[in-house]
């Protein structure tokens, strides 16, 4: 479980191999251990809903081929890990090790970040940095976007949000001050910070706020009403290193004319076949097709636009279905939890996937590898930690 966790932080190839492994671990319990399933049962109809809606999509799909194929491989796969996460995180020591690595994991990538930044590439995986071209009058600012080993500014941006989230609730679930944790929480939670402002990813502020109101909203900490606030001013004090990014006063922003655009082209497709979609994974090569002369071949960077085109209202509406079953069992858990760090802990999940959800909204956050598996893998992690939090005393 450690591993995939590492995995999901720096490459696809190690993402694959974490999520092959914890399935076959997870088979090997269940068909030779007989283990006894744990997942609500609820949440198994609502996942295999969803499936048959993903399949559904099918029958438009001008790549058949390519949907079945992420039907089983990918979407298939994914909901298998969430239950398989779900039923693997059985005691508070694992779930608080998860967490731990998680955020250390983050914190190296900040850095990591931190120097991709200042020289335009990564140390670990030599990745080259995205670019920021900003201009105000006659003077024109460029900078680098730190990406660390993600391939975008905005895909590395919706990762912190969630670690930050869950690092957040660890401070809470850390609560004696000693020097150790302060140190601790001061490096995690202050590089995540810094690094997510060098992303200079809108959205990604976007999605931090989100994630902080969560958390005031859980455990009524009145200091985390001003995070949000502190993120308003720098967007609107930043107007055009996070606001318009135009060559020239009052000229609209190129990036928010070019969202528009695929948006546009969105709902084209949407329109075609409403109610089961294009086709599922078929969103680009269709785009190929139809989209405006204005912009190239691209995917719709809003997840849920892109969910909507490619299976249906049907499919959308049950993936909504599901988020909300989510959502419902674990706010009920944080109430009847009676052990204060279990409870810490599982609001900072709820906080991590509400920033990976509000993220999602500005980028294809559900549809790229390595935080779609973070996605689902925090799904499972959510699922366990609501199971264990009323069960445990105070400990």
């Known amino acids: 479980m450690y591993f995939l966790i590492v995995g999901v932080s720096v490459s696809n190839a190690l993402a694959s191999i974490g999520v092959g492994a914890v399935l076959l671990l997870w ?14 049962r609820p949440l198994v109809i609502l996942a295999a809903l969803l499936f048959l809606a993903f399949a559904a999509s099918l029958t438009h799909s001008a790549y058949p081929g390519q949907s079945l194929q992420a039907l089983f491989l990918k979407y298939g796969k994914y909901f298998l890990l969430m239950f398989a996460v779900a039923e693997g995180v059985k005691e508070k020591r694992v779930a608080v090790n998860m967490a731990l690595v998680l955020c250390v994991t983050a914190t190296v990538l900040c850095w990591d970040g931190v120097y991709q930044f200042f020289s335009g590439r990564d140390l670990l995986l030599f990745r080259e940095a995205g670019r920021l071209d900003v201009f105000y009058g006659g003077w024109a600012f460029h900078s680098f976007r730190a990406t660390a080993t993600f391939p975008a500014a905005n895909t590395f941006a919706a990762y912190l949000v969630s670690v930050m989230m869950l690092g957040l609730g660890l401070s809470f679930f850390y609560g004696a001050v000693t020097w150790k944790t302060v140190f601790g929480k001061v490096l995690c939670l202050g590089s995540m910070v810094l690094c997510l ?5 809108r959205g990604g502020l976007v999605a931090c706020m989100a994630g902080i109101l969560m958390l005031a909203f859980l455990f009524k900490k009145k200091i985390l009403w001003a995070v949000p606030v502190i993120f308003l001013v720098v967007l609107f004090s930043g107007k055009h290193l996070y606001g318009n990014r135009a060559a020239r ?31 599922l994974n078929t969103y680009y090569k269709t785009h ?13 960077h809003n997840s849920y636009m892109q969910m909507l085109a490619e299976v249906g209202i049907v499919g959308l509406m049950s993936f909504v279905a599901l988020m909300i079953y989510w959502f419902g069992r674990g706010l009920g858990a944080v109430k009847r939890s009676r052990d204060p760090g279990l409870k810490y802990l599982l609001g900072g999940v709820l906080a991590s996937v509400s920033g990976l959800c509000a993220a999602s909204l500005f980028d294809n956050v559900l549809f790229m590898l390595l935080p779609a598996t973070l996605f689902w893998v925090l799904l499972g992690y ?11 005393r105070v400990s």
């Not at 088979?27 to 609500?40: D, G, N, S, Y």
């Open 382 to 392: 959510g699922v366990a930690l609501a199971r264990l939090a009323p069960e445990n």
């Open 249 to 279: 006063e009052g000229a609209v922003d190129p990036t928010v004319e070019t969202r528009l655009l695929m948006l546009k082209d969105a709902t084209r497709m949407f329109r075609s076949h409403p109610w089961t979609g294009i086709g």
């Open 197 to 201: 402002f060098l992303t200079f990813s």
């Open 27 to 40: 088979a090997f319990k269940r068909i030779v251990l007989r283990e006894k399933p744990t997942v609500p």
């Open 288 to 300: 190929e097709k139809v989209h405006s002369s204005a912009i190239p071949p691209s995917y719709a």
